[in-house]
């Protein structure tokens, strides 16, 4: 979790990353998440080079222990997972 914190906090101090990202009207946000999760999440989300303009959805894992973060009007879909205490994130 320490390395995760680490990387995140590297990773915002670019300005290429550090970056709003507008949360969408009809937006479903857990209230068990924080909102503080999206500026990392979406930091991660974009150091793979992959698209999160605006948040569609942020909801967490029923089952385990984990998150979804869905982006660009419900168009992409990233699983947020802890593995092994590192925290991972893939396209669904």
């Known amino acids: ?3 995760w914190l680490i990387a995140v906090a ?3 101090a670019s ?3 550090a ?3 507008p949360i969408e009207s009809d937006a ?3 209230e068990s998440l924080s909102r503080g999760l999206i500026e ?3 930091t991660m989300i974009r150091a793979y080079g992959w698209k999160c303009d605006s948040i569609s959805a942020l909801v967490p894992f029923l089952m385990s222990r984990g ?3 869905t982006c660009n009007h419900s168009r992409y879909k990233y699983n947020f997972e ?3 205490g590192n925290w991972v994130v893939s396209l669904d």
Do not use: E, T, Y
């Open 1 to 3: 979790m320490k390395r």
């Open 10 to 12: 590297v990773l915002c």
């Open 15 to 17: 300005p290429a990353f």
């Open 19 to 21: 970056q709003s990202v």
């Open 28 to 30: 479903i946000m857990s």
């Open 40 to 42: 990392p999440a979406v």
């Open 67 to 69: 998150f979804s973060v």
């Open 82 to 84: 802890d593995k092994g």
